[in-house]
């Protein structure tokens, strides 16, 4: 294992409510990200970190902020769920010139 | 900015076929390229990575060379097993660049 847990690994949660995923890593590696898998869409870049809080946005960023406040740990924050975020989230870690480490995932379902 | 294309899914094969899944990237530095696989219900293992043009990257009878004249990074098996069920996941990273994923291809393995 490459010691990255996320959590809670299910949710359901009703539109408008915030909710906030956890990335946690045991690696001290610099960079993690997040991600969202949908059926066609493949994986999409939501927002990553290079840094504690050192953060940058990605391809699919609206709706969504995250927080890095130590390097264990990245936070993702959907600000008001919508059903459009109804998705498989998946956090990384990697570490200089590495490959990265993916996290068992969470599935959001948002009714 | 950096992209990967990858062959539409899924693909079903009979046990024992030879397997090819074509992948092709943009980028505008010199990429690491990797393959990731997803069993059911998981999140992303890599599968095998190279760093550099012609370098052949393999695990599990799968194998990809780094091909820099055709940016190409074709993943390929001999002979697949039911147990190679997945999807499959082309990705490249290009120095400090989060890493770029194609839209992954379901490949089945009949028996």
């Known amino acids: 294992d490459a010691g990255i847990t996320q959590s809670p690994r299910h949710k359901v949660t009703e539109t408008g409510t915030p909710v906030t995923l956890r990335c946690h890593q045991t690696?001290?590696?610099?960079?993690m990200y997040w991600y969202r898998q949908d059926p066609g869409h493949g994986l999409r870049l939501i927002h990553y970190?290079?840094?504690?809080?050192?953060?940058d946005k990605g391809e699919v960023s609206d709706g969504y902020s995250v927080s890095r406040s130590k390097t264990e740990d990245f936070l993702l924050t959907l600000e008001s769920a919508t059903s459009s975020q109804t998705s498989v989230y998946f956090c990384?870690?990697?570490?200089?010139?590495?490959?990265?480490?993916f996290g068992q995932g969470t599935r959001l379902t948002v009714v | 900015g950096d992209s990967v294309t990858q062959m539409e899914g899924p693909v079903t094969l009979s046990e024992e076929a030879f397997l090819t899944i074509n992948c092709t990237y943009t980028?505008?530095?010199?990429?690491?390229l990797f393959w990731y696989v997803q069993y059911p219900g998981e999140g992303l293992q890599l599968l095998l990575k190279?760093?550099?043009?012609?370098d052949k990257g393999s695990n599990k009878g799968f194998e990809a060379t780094y091909r820099k004249e055709t940016t190409s990074f074709h993943l390929e098996k001999g002979s697949v097993q039911v147990s190679d069920s997945a999807v499959y996941f082309c990705?490249?990273?290009?120095?400090?660049?989060?890493?770029?994923f194609g839209k992954g291809t379901r490949l089945s393995v009949i028996a």
């Open positions: 990384a870690i990697r570490g200089v010139n590495t490959e990265a480490f």
């Open positions: 690696e001290n590696h610099r960079y």
């Open positions: 970190s290079y840094g504690v809080k050192d953060t």
């Open positions: 980028a505008t530095g010199y990429p690491s």
């Open positions: 190279a760093t550099k043009a012609d």
């Open positions: 990705a490249l990273h290009s120095g400090n660049t989060p890493l770029v």
